[in-house]
């Protein structure tokens, strides 16, 4: 039996200082996040995992929700971050077992509000589940979130939370959820539909390619997006446990503001992650496919290597880090050569970003300085970024943009939102995008995008 979810309660602006957060956390047995997520269906849901990550996270219902719009939406939800958690209560915990945001950003403000598919979606929105399962340092934490209100008691609640506490654990213990998910049938899609021809991708990358020899611009990421529709809403539990089978070490991310929109997909794309001010990131650009035999995977990684088209790609993105992340740390190591990344269907170019930060101020504002990278948008950005408005017929939405969790202390982790779609109850929008240079084929951009398509369209049994 699923506990009551409370109503949510809005953060709405920082000179509105929020009441006490109290959070109730318990240990919990080893656990399936999947199953726990799958538990929450019908609420808000929110879940994080990686392989690589030092936090994994199934969380549902609302205690707290930011949002933000414009330009500055950076510093807007850092600073109702900073009130929320100003006044935490524990109970029953230790500091590592702690109320975790999860959010993210569009790609860009504004975006297209008449856009059906983003409508549940603000330009920053995070949310602090109301009933979080988080797996860290080895041990996996039940935790309970309640924003008080001033009409309530903070002992009442904290016995009441308590209580709902140990009623999950008993369930969990008793094995009511802890067992994989029985996979629900898989809704019958009428078939695939691009929203850009193959002869409109053409002209596109023609008349970009045209700018960038003429030398208006270095670098421009295009994108263009595929439709599913299906008689009934996917099993989005069941879609991670596909994806976490075959892209384990991806991050695989699943953000339900509203039950039926939801914006998820496993991405291979670190964009920061911060540690006690230690800074970790990676530049990610430049791909090729796998061959039939593993003789062809190698001379396709060692030609992705000394790919000029590649390097050149790539080098934009770890020069724009190296630029980004000055003004920002003490200490930046930044190798001198990438090394290949190999994922499921793909590889691609990769060069490790290690770094100590010279302030205490989290990772925020090392998301703000490093969005968009070249990897994502383009070189230079103000030429890049209204070339990408101008040309791609539907708005990106949270294609492409920092999505991630946020700790009370400021520490995080976001990936680039890349390897997603948007789901709007039966309707499923996955993106795909390729770095376009001046000696770009569009064909070959074309299969690219086709490739990328892969981990999200065989999750949805497509």
Known sequence: MMPAVPGTLSVPAPDSLPGPLLTCSHPWPDADLLAFLHLGKGHPRVFWESEKSPLALAGFGIAAQLTASGADRFTQIAAQARQLFANLQRVGA????????????????????????????????????????????GETWLTLNHLLTPDED??????????????????????????????????????????????????????????????????????????????????????????????????????????????????????????????????????????????EDQRLGQELLHSPKDRQEHEFVVQALRENLAPLTARLEIPTTPELCLLNNIQHLLTPVHGQLSNGHGILPVIQALHPTPALGGTPRGVALPLIEQSEPLPRGWYGAPIGWLAPNGDGEFAVAIRSAVANQTRVRLYAGVGVVADSDPDKEWRETELKFQPILKALGL
Not at 127 to 133: A, D, E, F, G
Not at 223 to 251: I, K, S
């Open 154 to 295: 903070p002992a009442a609640i904290a016995v009441h939370l308590t209580e709902q506490a140990q009623d999950l654990i008993w369930q969990g213990l008793s094995g009511e959820y802890d067992s994989p998910i029985v996979a629900e049938p898989d809704p019958r899609p009428i078939p695939v539909t691009s929203s850009t021809s193959h002869a409109a991708w053409v002209e596109m990358l023609t008349a970009v390619t045209h700018r960038i020899r003429r030398g208006d611009l270095k670098k421009v990421v295009l994108a263009r997006a595929t439709h599913a529709e299906f008689p009934a809403p996917f099993p989005l539990a069941v879609l991670h446990a596909r994806l976490a089978a075959r892209y384990p070490d991806c991050y695989r991310f699943l953000f339900e503001p509203t039950p039926g929109h939801a914006f998820f997909g496993a991405t291979p794309e670190l964009l920061a992650q911060v540690h006690a001010h230690e800074l970790h990131t990676i530049a990610l650009a430049g791909s090729t496919p796998f061959g039939k035999t593993w003789q």
């Open 94 to 137: 230790p500091s590592h077992a702690t109320p975790i945001l999860i959010g993210g950003f569009a790609f860009r403000p504004g975006g297209d509000p008449d856009d059906p598919c983003w409508a549940a979606f603000a330009d920053a929105q995070f949310i602090l589940p109301r009933v979080q399962l988080t797996r860290t340092n």
